[in-house]
């Protein structure tokens, strides 16, 4: 049975673990610290501000009365919570800003966006029994917060949901504060979300193309502004990606993955709830979310490291909050009902018949997706090609170059490209660790430095997009009974040979911290690898087409 409670046992469930992070000794300097790392192990030499956003669902359980909850006016909770506030407002640098992955880092909507929502939400609950002196230092932090943030990104954050959180922090901290000199603020930050949403297709860039998760994290953020501010354009934006992330949810309870430019599989579930009433299509995405938590197979917070397993918490007890009954016929998911589209220019193709259910992202090589809808199986899960070059240097296939040739029709959908070198996964020495301290410690009294070093950092580690001398192309043919998958790899380069090429999988390629979780259908996920002879064959001729075919 589908309840309202699935979504305050989950967060519910992991309030001990928040509670662990925290220093909740009220005569350490670190009293309020949620960053269990830095204040206990001693294996962080920072304190992370993004751990303090778990500040929201403290002060959430305090204030409210969730099923089976123990936390309900509980003064000693209360006091952890205002020690959590008044040490974000600690840390803060002097230019209104937060570091998250390294010192003096001065992140913009991350690690500062996010942490400002939070703790500006936190502080509204329970700001009357605040003491007068915690109280003044968060209202100060929160204004130079929200300050900052209004100058917009210079990181080279191409990131939708950032801008989106942009305006929900000013948005949240002008409405909690009643600072109506953020307004022009806000609106030149809501203009500039408006540059990352492509309103024909309804989705918001994330680097270079869609994310279903950070796509719901959108329309999470947007409605929270919804509720105060009911303007039509927000309205009209949730609406259109509401639409959109309909696709990405699955038969089998999953949502998002290697479809999109960044791969999450996380699902914001509060705006959905938020707008139930509005927009009959969120009503269904909803009930889908809560039977995926019931399942285990929406990614739920316990599976989730403790960086963000402090964002999840209090979304799910906003949701649980803000849930109302479901009432009527459901409106059918796309994978429910008979259709075909395409989202021209995110390069993103889905179709149902019969009992199969294909979603394809073939901007991104043609990464993909099988369900048999009947059985809420997932029979493939295709990653696209990763392989070895003979000098030992790593390819794929798994990139979305607006270079690619795509081609989609109702019975093909093919993308011809070229493949790309992996991102060199790279990782910290003592010596580089020292080396790059150093540098943050003689550049960090500078915004201006701190955000160029980020804007590298990411290039280096996100965006690289070097070509390999080898063509591939990728067709998904649609017969009455079966798909069949048929790839071409073509060798351009005469001193070039390819040792290994593995097909399908779970690969996750790109640099996001907030991925990689684990979800069952990874049990039976396999990949096929070339045999020796078919990589003989692409070494002599040049030239190899294999095909797979899945049975419908």
Same mark, same amino acid.
Request: with cysteine.
């Given at each position: ?56 669902? &403290? ?15 509980? /003064? ?39 942490? /400002?929502?939070?703790? $500006?939400?936190? =502080? ?22 929200? =300050? ?30 009643? !600072?109506?000199?953020?307004? $022009? ?10 540059? @990352? ?10 680097? %270079? ?30 609406? +259109? $990606? ?22 999450? #599989? ?39 490291? %403790? ?46 018949? +019969?009992?199969?259910?294909?979603? $394809? ?6 990464? =993909? ?9 997932? &029979?493939?899960? %295709?990653?696209?090609? #990763? ?30 490209? /070229?493949?790309? @070198? ?10 580089? +660790? ?39 192309? !990728?067709?998904? &043919?649609?017969? *009455? ?7 071409? =790899? ?12 593995? &097909? ?46 899945? *049975? #419908?």
């Amino acid at each position: 049975m589908i309840s309202s409670e699935i979504y305050a046992n989950a967060a519910l469930d992991q309030i001990p673990r928040l509670l662990g992070s925290l220093d909740r000794n009220r005569f350490s300097s670190t009293y309020g610290c949620f960053h269990r790392d830095y204040w206990l192990e001693k294996t962080s030499d920072f304190p992370d501000a993004v751990r303090q956003f778990a500040v929201h669902a &403290l002060a959430l359980v305090y204030k409210y009365d969730f099923p089976n909850s123990k936390y309900q006016g509980n /003064t000693n909770l209360l006091n952890w919570t205002i020690a959590a506030l008044d040490y974000w407002a600690g840390i803060q640098h002097k230019d209104g800003s937060f570091d998250e992955f390294y010192p003096y880092e001065r992140g913009w909507v991350g690690p500062t966006g996010f942490t /400002t929502y939070a703790c $500006a939400e936190a =502080f509204n609950l329970i700001r009357e029994e605040m003491p007068s002196d915690v109280e003044k230092r968060v209202r100060r932090a929160l204004i130079k917060a929200a =300050f900052f943030i209004g100058k917009g990104e210079s990181e080279e954050d191409h990131l939708g949901n950032h801008h989106a959180m942009a305006c929900l922090a000013v948005h949240t901290v002008m409405r909690v504060l009643g !600072r109506d000199d953020l307004e $022009a603020i806000y609106s030149k930050l809501w203009d500039k979300f408006l540059t @990352y949403y492509h309103a024909e297709e309804g989705w918001c860039r994330e680097y %270079d193309g869609p994310d279903p998760g950070y796509l719901s994290a959108v329309v999470s953020f947007l409605a929270k502004i919804y509720v105060h501010d009911p303007r039509p354009e927000i309205f009209e934006v949730i609406s +259109g $990606a509401v639409e959109t992330c309909s696709y990405f949810v699955y038969p089998n309870g999953s949502y998002g993955g290697i479809i999109g430019s960044r791969n999450t #599989i996380h699902l914001y579930t509060h705006g959905f709830e938020i707008v139930s009433s509005e927009i009959k299509l969120a009503q269904s995405i909803a009930v889908k979310a809560i039977s995926g938590i019931a399942q285990g197979n929406l990614v739920p917070p316990s599976s989730m490291s %403790d960086r963000y397993l402090v964002y999840r918490v209090p979304e799910y007890l906003q949701s649980y909050l803000d849930y109302s009954p479901k009432s009527g016929k459901l409106l059918a998911l796309p994978y429910e009902r008979e259709h075909a589209k395409f989202f021209k220019k995110a390069g993103i193709a889905s179709c149902r018949t +019969g009992d199969q259910y294909t979603i $394809a992202n073939m901007a991104k090589g043609g990464t =993909f997706k099988i369900f048999n809808v009947a059985l809420n199986e997932c &029979l493939l899960n %295709d990653s696209g090609a #990763i392989g070895i070059l003979s000098n030992g240097k790593k390819f794929t296939t798994q990139w979305i170059d607006q270079s690619f040739k795509l081609s989609v029709d109702a019975n093909e959908w093919s993308v011809k490209g /070229t493949a790309k @070198y992996l991102p060199n996964p790279k990782t910290f020495t003592p010596f580089k +660790g020292l080396i790059f301290r150093l540098i943050m410690v003689a550049a960090g009294w500078s915004p201006m430095l701190s955000h160029f070093v980020k804007g590298r950092i990411r290039k280096m580690i996100i965006l690289n997009e070097s070509d390999v001398p080898l063509n591939f192309s !990728r067709s998904i &043919l649609f017969e *009455k009974s079966q798909i069949t998958i048929r790839d071409t =790899f073509t060798l351009n380069r005469k001193s070039i040979s390819v040792t290994n090429i593995s &097909l399908g999988g779970e690969y996750h390629l790109r640099y996001v911290p907030q991925s990689r979780y684990f979800q069952p259908h990874e049990l039976a996920n396999h990949g096929i690898e070339l045999s020796p002879g078919e990589l003989n064959k692409l070494n002599s001729e040049r030239t190899i087409s294999v095909e797979r075919e899945i *049975k #419908i």
